[in-house]
């Protein structure tokens, strides 16, 4: 079996990245985080969606005896 040892560097990107967000104002910032938690999660609720349940867990406690 022949060993490959690769080199990977990485790429100024990510400090351009972070450079470019912290020039950003607050408002800017939280609304692209707002945009991609929709993406990522849905927007929530909408009027199409059908009314479920609401899941209830309760823990009982029976005495001894």
Known sequence: M???VTRVRRSNQ?????AFWRSR???ERLA?????RRQAFG???TEDAEPR?????RIA???RG
Not at 32 to 36: P, T
């Open 43 to 45: 927007a929530g609720p």
């Open 2 to 4: 022949e060993r490959v």
């Open 61 to 63: 406690q029976r005495k």
């Open 32 to 36: 692209a985080v707002e945009q991609l």
């Open 25 to 27: 104002p607050v408002a």
């Open 53 to 57: 349940l609401q899941r209830v867990c």
């Open 14 to 18: 990510a400090a351009a990245d972070l």
